[in-house]
């Protein structure tokens, strides 16, 4: 069978399955940002924004060694590795828990969205791993039709819990209570399906978790400074102009999921068939793969952008209603952002799947400097939410200047030879369809 067509059906298996849990988690957030006060909701968006910061640690950590070395294994081979990867995992997490109950029992903290994370995140952080194992196990078999399943299942569940909080008046704390159930209920099927590995950690070895270590440290670091490019907006806005700020920012944020949901999908295909390739010594391939990508993603952003340009003022109010029906132009901005993302995601995923996890961190840290300090700047002598989002576009752009420099002097990229392969590849799609 061609490859092409598989990575063509695992494509569209993953881009359907990003569509529609996306829309789902979207919908769950309009209802929250309806029922709650903007305080209220403000103080919610500071504790997932924490949980998906400390969530990063293990995800750079874990998650992306463990796909990177076992894509393309199977056997004994494969158990190994996932084994190695439950011990680091449990290790990591049992760190993280226990700083975060240190935090909360001296009592730093007064804001429920702060507390709230220190005190249920070693709870979500253990609950919720056999679940995450479900994901990756099925991400690094391309099997992109369980993956969107249980993505799917998660965030229908979230939503049935935030149409009860339309009905009864939740506490913030309360809701953090039911997000965590909800991974409880996914990771216990996961479990009964026998879906997570966990019984391979008796094959943990030492050299497997050396080497995920050292993977993995750089490319936590990397994952933590990609985060702070959002959470970093967050809890600076909060710092210095109050919840209120953040519930108004937070709209346009999350409109943020329509532009880079294309790219989450690809790039969940593309670091498993990255990682093969270069674990197989097969840069040529490599080459051509990432130039594809590239080519073809930025060349359909571009009308894709626009129609988000035009509609921007109808997707804020469609997502907030009418008390943020004024931040359309922060979603315009982050539009002109979005036609930089292409080339700083695929960039920073080959440079992880050839073993540079090293020089993505340098390039994402340097990113994380240029929107915290850009971010300090505008909100402490103008105070404006909007300069914000314009940072954002000054740091991905860099991102994206750096990421092709790093790759080009690895892969020998070039941008003539992404845009020719990228239209190549819309032009034979289309003639696909034509003959159909």
């Known amino acids: 069978m061609n490859l092409n067509k598989i990575i063509s059906g695992k494509h569209s298996q993953s881009f359907v399955g990003q569509l529609i849990s996306a829309g789902i988690a979207v919908l769950s957030f309009m209802v929250l940002a309806r029922s709650f006060s903007k305080i209220d909701f403000g103080?919610?968006?500071?504790?997932?924004?924490?949980?998906?910061?400390?969530?990063?640690?293990?995800?750079?950590?874990?998650?992306?060694?463990f796909i990177k070395y076992a894509s393309g294994s199977s056997g004994k081979g494969f158990n190994r590795l996932q084994g190695s990867s439950w011990f680091l995992n449990i290790v990591v997490t049992s760190v993280v828990s226990s700083v975060c109950l240190?935090?909360?029992?001296?009592?730093?903290?007064?804001?429920p969205g702060i507390v709230s994370f220190?005190?249920?995140?070693?709870?979500?952080?253990?609950?919720?791993?056999?679940?995450?194992?479900?994901?990756?196990?099925?991400?690094?078999?391309?099997?992109?039709?369980?993956?969107?399943?249980?993505?799917?299942?998660?965030?229908?569940?979230?939503?049935?819990?935030?149409?009860?909080?339309?009905?009864?008046?939740?506490?913030?704390?309360?809701?953090?209570?039911?997000?965590?159930?909800?991974?409880?209920?996914?990771?216990?099927?996961?479990?009964?399906?026998?879906?997570?590995?966990?019984r391979n950690i008796v094959l943990a070895d030492v050299p497997t978790i050396k080497k995920y270590w050292n993977f993995g440290r750089y490319h936590s670091l990397a994952f933590l400074g990609s985060n702070l490019l959002k959470s970093s907006d967050t809890f600076i806005i909060g710092g210095l102009l109050g919840?209120?700020?953040?519930?108004?920012?937070?709209?346009?944020?999350?409109?943020?999921?329509i532009i880079e949901l294309p790219l989450?999908?690809?790039?969940?295909?593309?670091?498993?068939?990255?990682?093969?390739?270069?674990?197989?010594?097969?840069?040529?391939?490599?080459?051509?793969?990432?130039?594809?990508?590239?080519?073809?993603?930025?060349?359909?952003?571009?009308?894709?952008?626009?129609?988000?340009?035009?509609?921007?003022?109808?997707?804020?109010?469609?997502?907030?209603?009418?008390?943020?029906?004024?931040?359309?132009?922060?979603?315009?901005?982050?539009?002109?952002y979005g036609l930089f993302l292409p080339f700083d995601r695929f960039t920073g995923v080959v440079l992880d799947a050839m073993g540079y996890p090293r020089l993505n961190f340098y390039k994402v840290a340097l990113m994380a400097s240029i929107n915290i300090i850009g971010d300090v700047i505008v909100l402490y002598f103008f105070r404006s939410i909007e300069m914000v989002a314009l940072v954002t576009i000054v740091n991905v752009l860099?991102?994206?200047?750096?990421g092709f420099y790093l790759v080009k002097k690895k892969l020998n990229i070039t941008v003539l030879s992404i845009y020719s392969l990228g239209l190549a590849s819309i032009k034979q799609s289309i003639n696909h369809f034509k003959f159909l």
């Open 43 to 65: 103080q919610w968006i500071l504790y997932l924004s924490l949980l998906t910061f400390f969530e990063m640690i293990k995800a750079g950590m874990v998650q992306s060694a």
């Open 102 to 111: 240190i935090i909360y029992f001296l009592d730093f903290f007064e804001a």
């Open 118 to 198: 220190l005190l249920f995140y070693p709870l979500y952080g253990f609950v919720s791993m056999p679940f995450q194992y479900f994901l990756w196990n099925s991400q690094i078999k391309l099997k992109f039709n369980y993956l969107a399943f249980g993505r799917i299942v998660n965030v229908f569940l979230f939503l049935l819990v935030s149409i009860f909080s339309v009905f009864f008046e939740v506490s913030i704390q309360e809701l953090a209570i039911f997000h965590l159930l909800v991974f409880v209920i996914c990771s216990i099927v996961a479990l009964i399906i026998k879906g997570t590995g966990v």
């Open 243 to 257: 919840p209120i700020y953040i519930a108004i920012y937070a709209i346009p944020l999350r409109l943020v999921e």
């Open 264 to 336: 989450r999908a690809s790039t969940s295909v593309a670091f498993p068939v990255f990682s093969n390739h270069d674990n197989n010594k097969d840069r040529i391939s490599l080459k051509t793969t990432l130039e594809k990508y590239l080519g073809v993603l930025t060349l359909l952003y571009i009308p894709f952008m626009t129609v988000l340009f035009i509609f921007s003022d109808y997707l804020v109010l469609l997502i907030g209603g009418e008390k943020y029906a004024d931040t359309g132009v922060i979603f315009r901005l982050f539009v002109i």
């Open 398 to 402: 860099f991102g994206a200047i750096v």
